[in-house]
């Protein structure tokens, strides 16, 4: 049974046992990954998934299932076990109805050539760590990830949805005689010279010819990377969920739509129809209608992410990021500016480039008091050139400091995600000024 | 799904040519409970329920999983991955040669999580609820969430070199944030996670509402009254939370051997410990001997055989100061010519198996929190922590208090506010003082691999008394 049938069946077998309302999310598909390290393919993965979700309401108490099986039975067993234990729970702060089905399917997001480059995943990866050797590189490591599924909704309220997606996503890591270089890719298409680009961009920096340079911890202009700004953006992003905001993980309890949070200079979007990012779809996940939208528009807060759950306790309209219980963005999008690269170089009197960072975390996420850990190049610039490498380095400052200092937006963007940018961002690089870097004192 | 399709995989792989062949039927049975301040948002059950399937194909390793409930779906699920393993890259895989169990073995906990009614389940989120309201005097809860989580996992692993192990671990863990405001002085907040291998008598166990009172008066009396600290440099008293983290971080990590090979290079990172430092390279002092044991019962970490199939035993990581042993799964081993220690975990059957922690600690001192605390004399208590990261080698790292307090003349004084400290793991190791007898274990879910797997872990220790250390405070 394809999935479009089988989630409206689920459907219609929840209310048949009593319950008021239901929706059926299916995703199933193929995914590929090779991981190489130390120029050798380390393990390829392959997976054939098929996941149901099923939220299920009755008396405006909520339960989602969620099972890793295409088995009709095994779903109308999930729902009786549901039946059996809802009504012992007290009614959900969150509950609304489900809302009047108004998304529909964008298209155009899938590439019929993923499943033929899931055989060559091994080569890809190949090719990357070909690149980067030939770049400048003496090893490399990365992950090539393909992925093609189909999403498939249906609610109680009539929704009958199916969206195909595909998507590739590549990082690679090159190390040189001094530092390493890192640069990741993602898009809804397959490319081999995105691969190849990727690997080129992480050899180029792991070459540099800079010589190892010590500074003292303190606040520097930081020329942070599409890799570094992709991972902040992420945070906030993430935090601008109405769900977050309700249970303390968000700086937006504090800075509420109006507000002025970062500096002019700062617009993210989200965004989930761009066909070129792999966070796209038309619809969300109470079948309510996608939109682009600014979250920060010009350093001001202007919407929370929600649901028409959230949206119906805050006393706001559902955004379109549903999420049954937590919103989420799809795609993070920041606005380019129209500086150059060099230019932002030249605007550093006394700075750092990031390349890359790792481990955010934070002290207060209701203050957005964080620290996050720079890995990779991390270039020191005097009077505007590169004067060498420093070790790693920490930044802890926080999200609202983060957001006002930005002063200069690059003009090219770059379509990121990796392991520490996990929703598709759209970003360039950025500069910022005044940032807080710490480094062990002993 | 049954057990004997495992079989039929690792046969049929062996017929088309794998030299080695692995299956692992694994079913895990969530049920979670969230709330928002003692209200219910929701209740989510989750089953996650499939195989995964490693082969070693042309010497190239390759990682399937899927559903398989039939010869035929399994039989596909292996063409399927040896498609993907045709693609060689010219480097041969192996695994190295153990003595492998046969064996089944089951957690039975004292108050099955079934026997217990959702009712109790839920109604723990609004006593806690009223607990941290009743407690609190100035501060007001900006947010209070809790999450309280079962699960149920079964695992069945066949492989081609005579491994069987079944195996059933039921998991309970509850995790708390608790955020207080104050209009003059900002605010604080906290999280909370609890983990263990049993049933619901670990839950009765944590005694969550008076522990949330607990941690919220320390809170508010922290945010109400709390100083920045000392500038010079101080003896500082680290928790046992601390210190479990601690020896998480910049012990466990760096001494996984795929990391030291570097096959989390683009990751997680690669390790300052290169193979030729094993058995050598002085970390640390006497005091310094870190122990990461998967057999400790009731632990979040618990498992009796690893995922190859290998029986668990403690390892001792850092041995009186000196690296002494890293974690190994049998692909680790093969590479390093040595001996697997059973540290191969797959999270679920859409993971593979990759060396991993399980429960790492610090090995006890001898002395009483007090005498810690005399021995201090003019310093920091640092007891827990929010904010903590470590580079990519496992080096520079960084704490940041929750929960700290002044010691003067050997006595804990005033509160103080989000003291940080950063150094290096050869420091750390090479200053410990001195430390307290009793070990105290925390639970967290590690993160690591590609994708993403999270495994429960424990991480523990005593109390340490560090040499003075210059601290640093968090920004506002």
């Given at each position: ?30 995914r ?17 998934s ?17 099972i ?18 809802i ?31 899931m ?52 990082y ?40 190892i ?20 953006v ?15 993980f ?26 070129a ?54 795609n ?42 720079t ?68 | 799904?049954?057990v ?153 692993i ?5 491994a ?49 009172a ?45 990391r ?33 044991d ?77 005498e ?7 310093g ?9 990261n ?84 968090a920004?506002?």
């Amino acid at each position: 049974m394809n999935p479009v049938e089988l989630s409206t069946r689920m459907v219609k077998e929840a209310l048949k046992q009593g319950f008021d309302e239901a929706a059926v999310l299916i995703e199933a598909g193929k995914r590929c990954m090779a991981k190489f390290a130390n120029n050798i393919v380390t393990v390829v993965q392959y997976w054939r998934s098929y996941q149901a979700s099923i939220y299920l309401a009755k008396s405006r108490r909520i339960y989602v299932a969620t099972i890793t099986s295409s088995r009709p039975q095994d779903m109308v067993e999930a729902i009786r076990n549901a039946r059996r234990i809802i009504e012992k729970l007290g009614e959900s702060q969150l509950y609304a109805e489900l809302p009047e089905p108004t998304g529909k399917p964008l298209g155009g997001l899938a590439d019929p050539s993923m499943e033929d480059y899931m055989d060559k995943a091994s080569e890809l990866a190949l090719e990357a760590v070909n690149t980067a050797l030939e770049n400048g590189a003496s090893k490399a490591a990365g992950t090539i990830d393909l992925a093609s599924s189909i999403v498939a909704l249906a609610t109680s309220r009539g929704a009958e949805l199916k969206e195909e997606v595909t998507y590739m996503k590549a990082y690679v890591r090159a190390f040189g005689p001094k530092t390493t270089g890192h640069w990741a890719y993602a898009s809804t298409r397959a490319s081999e010279e995105a691969v190849r680009e990727t690997a080129r961009i992480a050899a180029e920096y792991a070459s540099l010819k800079l010589d190892i340079v010590d500074i003292e911890p303190g606040r520097y202009d930081a020329i942070l990377s599409p890799l570094v700004a992709g991972n902040l953006v992420d945070e906030v992003g993430r935090s601008a969920s109405a769900l977050h905001v309700m249970m303390g993980f968000s700086p937006f309890a504090k800075y509420k739509p109006g507000e002025k949070i970062g500096a002019e200079t700062i617009t993210i979007i989200d965004d989930p129809h761009d066909k070129a990012l792999p966070g796209s779809r038309g619809f969300d996940d109470e079948a309510v209608e996608t939109k682009r939208k600014p979250i920060i528009e010009r350093g001001v807060v202007k919407t929370l992410l929600h649901n028409t759950k959230t949206a119906a306790k805050m006393g706001a309209e559902t955004t379109g990021n549903a999420g049954w219980i937590d919103p989420h963005p799809w795609n993070l999008v920041v606005e380019p500016g129209d500086a150059k690269l060099e230019e932002m170089i030249r605007e550093v009197k006394r700075g750092l480039l990031v390349l890359n960072n790792w481990y955010t975390r934070y002290q207060n996420a209701y203050e957005g008091v964080f620290s996050t850990v720079t890995r990779d190049a991390l270039i020191y610039i005097e009077d505007g050139e590169y004067k060498g490498i420093v070790r790693r380095l920490r930044i802890a400052d926080t999200i609202p400091n983060l957001l006002s200092g930005v002063e200069m937006v690059g003009r090219k963007p770059y379509d990121v995600s990796w392991w520490e940018v996990p929703i598709p961002t759209r970003v360039p690089y950025m500069l910022v000024r005044g940032l807080r870097f710490t480094k062990p004192v002993v | 799904m049954d057990v004997d399709l495992l079989g039929f995989i690792v046969d049929y792989a062996g017929k088309r040519g794998a030299s080695y062949a692995e299956a692992r039927l694994h079913v895990i049975d969530y049920l979670e409970v969230t709330s928002r301040n003692g209200e219910l948002i929701g209740i989510g059950s989750w089953r996650s329920s499939g195989i995964g399937i490693r082969l070693i194909y042309n010497g190239v390793l390759v990682f399937a999983a899927g559903e398989a409930s039939s010869r035929e779906e399994a039989r596909s699920l292996v063409e399927e991955a040896i498609a993907k393993a045709k693609a060689g890259a010219g480097f041969r895989h192996g695994l190295s040669e153990e003595r492998l169990g046969r064996a089944r073995y089951e957690l039975k906990p004292v108050k099955p999580l079934e026997d217990v009614s959702i009712e109790e389940k839920t109604s723990l989120h609004r006593e806690a609820w009223e607990s941290l309201v009743g407690r609190l005097r100035e501060a007001k809860p900006a947010a209070f969430a809790v999450e309280y989580m079962e699960a149920h996992e079964y695992k069945a692993i066949v492989t081609s070199d005579g491994a069987f192990i079944e195996s059933s671990i039921p998991r309970v863990s509850l995790f708390a944030n608790i955020t207080l405001a104050s209009p003059q002085k900002g605010s604080i907040q906290r999280f909370i996670e609890l983990g263990a291998s049993g049933g619901y008598e670990a839950v009765e166990s944590w005694r969550l509402s008076e522990r949330v009172a607990e941690e919220a008066g320390e809170m508010e009396e922290v945010l109400m009254k709390g100083v920045e600290p000392p500038k010079e440099p101080v003896r500082v008293v680290l928790g046992s939370e601390v210190v479990g983290l601690i020896v998480h971080e910049s012990c466990g990590h760096p001494m996984e051997a795929d990391r030291i090979w570097g096959r989390e290079a683009a990751q997680a990172g690669e390790s300052f410990v290169k193979p030729d430092m094993i058995g050598r390279y002085v970390i640390g002092n006497e005091q310094a001997t870190v122990i990461d044991d998967p057999t400790i019962p009731g632990s979040f970490g618990y498992y009796l055989f690893d995922d190859e199939g290998v029986p668990a035993r403690p390892r001792y990581l850092y041995l009186r100061g000196v690296l002494n042993e890293p974690l190994h799964t049998r692909w680790s081993a093969y590479i390093f010519n040595t001996h697997s220690n059973a540290a191969a975990r797959a999270m679920d059957y859409t993971s593979e198996p990759i060396p991993r922690m399980a429960n790492t600690y610090l090995a006890p001192g001898d002395m009483s929190l007090e005498e810690l605390f005399e021995e201090a004399r003019d310093g920091v208590y640092i007891k827990n922590y929010m904010e903590w990261n470590i580079d990519d080698i496992r080096w520079g790292q960084r704490y940041v208090g929750l929960a700290a307090y002044r010691i003067r003349n050997g006595e804990l004084a005033e509160p103080i506010r989000n003291p940080a400290i950063e150094f290096t793991t050869k420091w750390f190791y090479s200053n410990i003082a001195a430390k307290s007898k009793k070990v105290e274990f925390y639970a967290g879910l590690c993160g690591k691999g590609e994708p993403m797997q999270g495994v429960p872990v424990w991480f523990g220790g005593p109390h340490v008394l560090l040499n003075p250390l210059k601290l640093g405070v968090a920004p506002k």
